[in-house]
């Protein structure tokens, strides 16, 4: 999530994913979105202080080390997400197994300082409505203008943006007492070698807060690209229902969710493909969500301040004069 966010959209942070349309796009930006895929986005963390049952046969690759240098090169992943653009293709299909999408929607995403823009563009990611789009482009340029100013406002945002982030921090240490790791073997990508292992719940784990507990309920599997120490893949699975929100919603046993991560520039690796196939109930409502996310085209765009400058060149303005601001 990314991650997953991550990891995201990634298993740390806060989420299942976004609202559905109509009763299931309330769902979406809902609590159980949030703890679900806090697992998906977690991972990462939990790899960290995770050391597998049986590491690969060679000395120079124990597995603590290996999980050290995800978890170090996960930050890296979180801060490039935070000045990376990318095109999002998202896929939503009534079940899982559904061949066609029901909904397509292709965005161009921007980080924004304390949030991120989803600009809509046509399938190969150039702008289907020239006028909406400026329209749209010129919004962002007022939001990176304003992040980039240095208001109350503006610090109150910026520590709203450091606490969640001090939040997932929390889950990712809880996450590095929850599973318990297992080397499988090594698989060729490419020509990357993967070091494959399996993730089980710990036994001993004892969750503290409601969203740690998720882990308790979820196995699956990683891939880490060994020269790297890179997060290639993951795919998991909730192994019994997740009650949300105070039992007022469910995520069902079965529930499935997987995540491809390439590297998209030197020593940079951020999701390409993203799966979430969650079925449950809200109320007495069910619903499902069956969604793939194609992420493509990523380019560096910087921090706020470069993104302004970027966005304004676009638009084919130069930076405001003193007088002007």
Request: glycine letters at 6%; proline letters at 6%.
């Amino acid at each position: 999530m990314g991650q997953v966010w991550f990891w995201c959209n990634t298993v740390a942070g806060t989420g299942i994913k976004r609202e559905m349309e109509n009763a299931r796009v309330i769902l979406k930006r809902s609590a159980v979105r949030h703890s679900c895929l806090a697992v998906c986005c977690s991972l990462l963390g939990v790899l960290a202080s995770a050391r597998p049952q049986d590491p690969p046969v060679e000395a120079s690759r124990p597995g603590s080390v290996v999980f050290q240098r995800v978890i170090s090169n996960q930050k890296k992943t979180d801060d490039a997400l935070n000045v990376y653009e990318r095109i999002e293709r998202v896929e939503n299909r009534k079940t899982g197994s559904d061949p066609q999408a029901q909904q397509t929607k292709i965005s161009r995403v921007i980080p924004a300082g304390t949030g991120v823009a989803h600009i809509p563009v046509g399938p190969e990611g150039q702008p289907a409505d020239a006028v909406g789009y400026r329209t749209e482009i010129e919004k962002l340029e007022k939001s990176l203008a304003w992040a980039v100013e240095r208001g109350r406002a503006q610090q109150e945002a910026y520590e709203k943006v450091a606490k969640k982030r001090k939040e997932r921090d929390a889950l990712i240490e809880a996450a590095g007492l929850a599973f318990v790791f297992t080397f499988l073997a090594t698989e060729q990508r490419e020509s990357h070698t993967l070091l494959k292992y399996r993730m089980e719940p710990n036994p001993k784990f004892k969750p503290t807060t409601r969203t740690s507990a998720v882990y308790t309920k979820v196995r699956g599997t990683v891939w880490i690209d060994e020269p790297s120490g890179q997060l290639a893949r993951i795919e998991g699975e909730v192994t019994d229902d997740i009650s949300v929100g105070l039992f007022l919603a469910k995520v069902y046993k079965g529930s499935r969710f997987m995540e491809e991560c390439y590297q998209i520039a030197p020593g940079i690796w951020l999701p390409t493909y993203s799966q979430y196939d969650f079925d449950g109930r809200k109320f007495f409502v069910p619903f499902s969500i069956h969604e793939r996310t194609f992420y493509t085209k990523y380019r560096y765009i910087g921090q706020p301040a470069e993104a302004l400058s970027a966005i304004r060149a676009e638009l084919g303005k130069s930076a405001p004069s003193v007088a002007d601001r």
